[in-house]
């Protein structure tokens, strides 16, 4: 699948401003089938949550002052369970977060880190935001090795696999008249020892790409951060919700993030708090090396480096030391 070229540079549109709070916190993750079917330890899980949410709110007060703007979020795993009715979840999700005394600011779908569409007055308008391909197209070439110099294995850009190292070498040649040596898979920046990590973040079958959870939450981080921008403009918009609407019939007629609570601080911060069950340490690790392997714009960067200064808040130039996790025990 070809792959397309992006650019959201000053140089062609003016960069839209966001507001931005001083951190988002991302709490928990669950299956559309473990909202259906496990409420209880759902509820359980967010009572846990409720007196970490105020420990971390609090520490965003003595860092950045009183007035600190903290909100939170939840996504919907919408993308890979797409049979199931928004109403069958949310309402069940929102109720459970209530009873345990934990507030949602926002809600988000994990396709809108796919695809994107705009909303104006309530209905979707135009052509869905290409989110995941616009990030994609901003990965920065691995250096060149033995098997992608010798066409044993595509690029990233082709293959759909990103690494933090050079992958081994199985001692099997192409001619059978020779033997290579092995050499183990090597980790680039090791100190003594290598933690090699080799992450799948797409395939392509039948001219349709799936995209992996890795690369999604990759692109869910990018927007909380403010960092992706389409043709100058914001990605996403929240659109405010009201308790007594309903839900739509299909997860593509719910904006990509809902405001459910009309005064939370803005859904976009300087820093993201990713508070999951230990069973995403694996993914989490893959994002932080797909968010060290991409060529953010310039422009945006520039520009939300000024807003934190302005506010006295220091925006860090890599990305990926905004973002931070808390791993819990459970499932």
Known sequence: MPQPTYRESSE???????????????????????????????RAEFRRAVPLVRAFTESARVEFGPDARVSTCYLMDDYFQTAIEPAKVLDRLLDVAADAGLPIDYLARESGCHEAPVFA?????GAPIPVAQMVAARLVAQPEDEETATGR?????ESGWLCNGRRERTGISRSSMHRETYRPAQEYGRREHSIFLDVELWHDRDEFR??????LAAVWQLLRLGMLRYHGAAVVEPQQWSATREWPGGWKDLPPVVR?????????AYRTLSMLPKRYLPIEHAVRLILDHLAIDDDVASYVAAQGRAEQVTVPSKVVERVGHLLLDGT
């Open 153 to 157: 294995r595509p690029p990233t850009t």
């Open 210 to 215: 799936r995209w992996s959870c890795p690369f």
């Open 12 to 42: 062609e549109s003016a960069i839209a401003p966001l507001p931005m709070a001083h951190l988002s916190i991302e709490i928990g993750h669950f299956s559309l089938d473990e909202i259906r079917y496990e409420t209880d330890r759902i």
């Open 121 to 125: 007055a309530g209905v979707a308008v």
């Open 260 to 268: 459910l609570n009309q005064d939370a601080a803005p859904f976009t």
